[in-house]
T-cell receptor, first 115, second 112 residues
Framework: AQSVSQHNHHVILSEAASLELGCNYSYGGTVNLFWYVQYPGQHLQLLLKYFSGDPLVKGIKGFEAEFIKSKFSFNLRKPSVQWSDTAEYFCAVNSLTDSWGKLQFGAGTQVVVTP | GAGVSQTPSNKVTEKGKYVELRCDPISGHTALYWYRQSLGQGPEFLIYFQGTGAADDSGLPNDRFFAVRPEGSVSTLKIQRTERGDSAVYLC??????????FGPGTRLTVL
């Protein structure tokens, strides 16, 4: 079955530390890839996306993600986190053989940044 | 501009009752999606509308769940004979071009 896996459910780190969240998917064909973020008390919002081209994509708030096709991975990174990055992060995949825009999400990673 | 809105924000009902959850998408967005998010999980796809028609309802768990979008804007998710397992946050999202889905705040449904 097609799936999206996020390796960590909870991550706790200090301000200025580097962050990397893993995401792997099991779709065989062409995919669009997304990272969404949900800050406490807020809606899900798009952090960044990959459709094609340069596999290293940059998003808002200093986040970036790298698509590695051979590893079916789309890992999210930020070199130096801030307390305001405390949130839940979701990786999502849209398979181009599936319905237009239909997203399959990973289970999410709760990130807590301590001052 | 206004984002996606959902009403009610919270709904508590008893097992066996009928509920309706409403979604107002961003004006001009032709595509609308419903997702369900259970505790500790990511959102799970339920149904996708393109205009007035349900283009993909493969995520609806059973025939107790139904959704409509009669005029191609507002959508209503209807759940009959609610069960405790239906308790979750129901999310709605809309998009114009498929590049980014804009999510609403969700409706938290609790079935007692």
């Amino acid at each position: 079955a097609q799936s999206v896996s996020q390796h960590n459910h909870h991550v706790i780190l200090s301000e200025a530390a580097s962050l990397e969240l893993g995401c792997n998917y099991s779709y065989g064909g062409t995919v669009n890839l997304f990272w969404y973020v949900q800050y406490p008390g807020q809606h899900l919002q798009l952090l960044l996306k990959y459709f094609s081209g340069d596999p290293l994509v940059k998003g808002i708030k200093g986040f970036e993600a790298e698509f590695i096709k051979s590893k079916f991975s789309f890992n999210l990174r930020k070199p130096s986190v801030q307390w305001s990055d405390t949130a839940e992060y979701f990786c999502a995949v849209n398979s181009l053989t599936d319905s237009w825009g239909k997203l399959q999400f990973g289970a999410g990673t709760q990130v807590v940044v301590t001052p | 501009g206004a984002g996606v809105s959902q009403t009610p924000s919270n709904k508590v009902t008893e097992k066996g009752k009928y509920v309706e959850l409403r979604c107002d998408p961003i004006s001009g967005h032709t595509a609308l999606y419903w997702y369900r998010q259970s505790l500790g999980q990511g959102p799970e796809f339920l149904i996708y509308f393109q205009g007035t028609g349900a283009a993909d309802d493969s995520g609806l768990p059973n025939d107790r769940f139904f959704a409509v979008r009669p005029e191609g804007s507002v959508s209503t998710l209807k759940i009959q004979r609610t069960e405790r397992g239906d308790s979750a946050v129901y999310l709605c999202a809309s998009t114009r071009d498929g590049n980014e889905q804009f999510f609403g705040p969700g409706t938290r449904l609790t079935v007692l």
